[in-house]
């Protein structure tokens, strides 16, 4: 079996290629604030999963921009994304932005978190069919300071999540499934997770010539894999897609 810290250098060239192109095409879809094309001179910090990680965790790796974080780490899909320096914005919006009273329009939210998913192609219908939808005001400026007025500040999450016992939302068995975060006033997107890779209607990073990628004495080890196919003992593609 391949072990978890097994990689190779042509591997991760090809995963980063892979997970470029794939931001390029997100950050196209959402109009993101973004300088594109983002190239490898753009990336100023990510990681790509060693090999032997991502086999048995389906998850690739995740690039930085200056602008934005973007995750492949749900069944070797895009899953996430987070504004850069996200803890300094939330600040700067908690410290200067808008004060609201404790109240805010529930519907409006979920309409631009639900607008953001579905932008990056997530399966919204197939969320709000299996899953409790919340919402609620991520910060307040009395929870942030310590200390003042209780004001919420307009950064809101909507959240989708399921549980086992089909009972009451947020339960002992509460699992998420997805969830978005949004700066109201400007429908500011600040981040978004896609947690189960069922709801994501984005096709996975295919890598092709595996065997050349890793080497042809790992592709057996493949075969321990059930998301993993070959093709007379030499791997074709990962994941298999034809």
Same mark, same amino acid.
């Given at each position: ?5 097994? =990689? ?30 983002? =190239? ?24 930085? =921009? ?77 929870? +942030? ?40 006033? =400007? ?40 998301? +993993? ?14």
């Amino acid at each position: 079996m391949i072990r978890d810290g097994y =990689t190779t250098k042509a591997y991760q060239i090809e995963a980063l290629r892979l997970m470029i192109e794939e931001a390029n095409r997100v950050a196209v879809e959402l109009r993101l604030n973004e300088s594109l094309p983002i =190239t490898r001179s753009n990336i100023v910090d990510g990681f790509v999963a060693p090999f032997g990680f991502a086999v048995t965790s389906r998850s690739v790796g995740r690039i930085g =921009t200056t602008n934005y974080q973007y995750m492949m780490n749900a069944a070797e899909r895009f899953s996430g994304l987070v504004i850069a320096h996200y803890e300094i914005v939330c600040r700067d919006y908690t410290l200067n932005g808008p004060r609201l009273a404790n109240r805010f329009n529930s519907n409006q939210v979920y309409q631009m978190g639900a607008h953001w998913l579905r932008a990056a192609r997530m399966d919204v219908d197939a969320l709000n069919r299996d899953c409790y939808v919340t919402i609620k005001a991520s910060y307040s400026r009395n929870a +942030y300071l310590g200390f003042g007025d209780s004001a919420v500040v307009p950064i809101y999450s909507v959240a989708w999540a399921t549980n086992e016992d089909k009972t009451e939302p947020f339960s002992h068995y509460y699992a998420s499934k997805a969830d978005v975060e949004v700066y109201a006033p =400007t429908d500011t997107l600040l981040q978004f997770n896609v947690y189960d890779p069922k709801y994501i209607l984005r096709p996975p990073l295919v890598f092709t010539n595996l065997a050349d990628l890793v080497g042809g004495t790992n592709i057996l080890a493949l075969t321990n894999f059930p998301h +993993y196919k070959t093709n007379n003992m030499k791997v074709v593609s990962w994941p298999y897609t034809h």
